[in-house]
């Protein structure tokens, strides 16, 4: 089936490390997205990327970081230096252009202690 | 930012219409307005787009305003399964804070 596979789906980490989240799809998408969600919030970008090589900050970067070495991949490293990073994480995909309907991933949950 | 205002809660009876309104005054020509919804710790799921005419699909209907300034997701028979945050964008990879919908017994 085509859609956006997150992995993983629940992720604990000690405070200091850093955690790498996957993400891929297989619907042929050129634009990627990264969301951060808090709770009862609404969803916050952090990086999108638009083509392969090439990505951009959104709204909350800080702390992040992302590779776009394939078309259906793009990894998200949260790093020790982002400060609060226990959330929930979504990824999503969509064709670029005019009309652009966002498929998002089920998400991961990292939690960090 | 987000280019929307949405109302932060509603809550609608199980059977009953959901109005659900979207303000976006500075929507532009050719930019599409988007609703999607997201259930609780589930990914947002795309529900329906327009640009300047009403549509309807097998989930909702959208209503557009004239001047496009803003629009309305109607739910037709609102069920508990219904009850989700509800966002509105415009052609745009930016979430606010959408609405929340409560569908009461």
């Known amino acids: 089936d085509g859609g956006i596979t997150q992995s993983p789906k629940y992720l604990f980490r000690k405070e200091g490390q850093n955690v790498t989240l996957s993400c891929e799809q297989n619907?042929?998408?050129?634009?990627m997205y990264w969301y951060r969600q808090d709770p009862g919030q609404g969803l916050r970008l952090i990086y999108y990327?638009?083509?392969?090589?090439?990505?951009q900050k959104g709204d909350i970067a800080e702390g992040y970081s992302v590779s776009r070495e394939k078309k259906e991949s793009f990894p998200l490293t949260v790093t020790s230096a982002q400060k609060n990073p226990t959330a929930f994480y979504l990824c999503?995909?969509?064709?670029?252009?005019?009309?652009?309907?966002?498929?998002f991933g089920e998400g991961s949950w990292l939690t960090v202690v | 930012d987000a280019k929307t205002t949405q109302p932060p809660s509603m809550d609608c009876a199980e059977g009953r219409a959901a109005n659900l309104p979207c303000n976006h005054s500075?929507?532009?020509?050719?930019?599409?307005v988007y609703w999607y919804r997201q259930i609780h710790s589930q990914g947002p799921q795309y529900i329906i787009h327009?640009?300047?005419n009403n549509e309807t699909n097998e989930m909702a209907s959208l209503i557009i305003t004239e001047d496009r300034k803003s629009s309305t997701l109607i739910l037709p028979h609102a069920t508990l399964r219904d009850t989700a945050v509800y966002y509105c964008?415009?052609?745009?990879?930016?979430f606010g804070a959408g609405t929340r919908l409560t569908v009461k017994p």
């Open positions: 999503a995909s969509s064709p670029l252009g005019v009309r652009n309907t966002i498929y």
């Open positions: 619907l042929n998408h050129d634009a």
């Open positions: 990327s638009q083509i392969v090589n090439d990505f």
């Open positions: 500075t929507i532009s020509g050719n930019e599409y």
């Open positions: 327009g640009l300047k």
């Open positions: 964008i415009v052609n745009d990879m930016r």
